[in-house]
């Protein structure tokens, strides 16, 4: 399978935890997106990287939360001190350049 | 500020009908759009995409009609099959950031 690569695909955690997803992009997509998506919302934009550079970040990204794509290819997105409201679906994508995402098949995280 | 919306929450169609979803967006700037269709579980899928230097793009059973003088975006799905059935999103960008927003979604329902 080449498509874009997530792990875990469920997470439960207690509330205070951390957590720590992973992404493999399509070889080659020097761009990779993360976005959180609840239910019955369309996904909201986290956070981007070219490369290993992470360009841009939301407001959403509170200070719990760090990605790192340190060489460019894989990345990890990291909660901290996990809260309930995190529980959503956290979806990775990756793009050649221009902005046609490909998606990865997400990671749904549950805090009880 | 930005948004991007869907007007219908749900739209139920009967198999072999065509299916056409409606999208609004408000930013003026936004110069390239995309739809994705979602099934449950999954990431969303890629369908088609259209850039404003265009008002219609055309690919397999699909139709993307843009209209930017009232900001209007629209897919046409052909011959709606019981397999269309799943969450349609909207997304639009504005500028070199590779950013997409997204609309909220809407379920077509394919009846046999």
């Known amino acids: 399978d080449t498509g874009v690569s997530q792990n875990p695909r469920h997470k439960i955690t207690k509330r205070g935890q951390n957590v720590t997803f992973r992404c493999d992009p399509i070889s080659e997509h020097n761009r990779l997106y993360w976005y959180r998506q609840t239910l019955g919302q369309g996904p909201e934009f986290l956070t981007y990287?070219?490369?290993?550079?992470?360009?841009?970040k939301s407001r959403l990204l509170s200070d719990r939360f760090s990605a790192e794509r340190p060489k460019g290819s894989f990345s990890t997105l990291e909660i901290q001190r996990t809260e309930q409201g995190d529980s959503a679906m956290y979806l990775c994508?990756?793009?050649?350049?221009?902005?046609?995402?490909?998606f990865g098949q997400g990671t749904r995280l549950t805090v009880v | 500020g930005e948004s991007v919306g869907l007007h219908l929450p749900t739209l139920s169609v009967q198999e072999g009908d065509n299916s056409i979803i409606n999208c609004a967006y408000s930013n003026s700037a936004s110069d390239y759009f995309i739809w994705y269709k979602q099934e449950s579980g999954k990431g969303p899928q890629f369908i088609i995409d259209i850039r404003s230097n265009m008002d219609k793009r055309q690919g397999q059973r699909v139709t993307v009609l843009l209209n930017k003088t009232v900001k209007h975006l629209s897919l046409q799905i052909a011959a709606t099959q019981p397999g269309d059935s799943a969450v349609y999103f909207c997304a639009e960008n504005a500028g070199a950031n590779s950013k997409l927003t997204f609309g909220k979604g809407i379920t077509l329902s394919v009846r046999p």
């Open positions: 990287f070219q490369n290993e550079a992470q360009l841009e």
């Open positions: 994508a990756s793009s050649l350049g221009g902005q046609r995402g490909f």
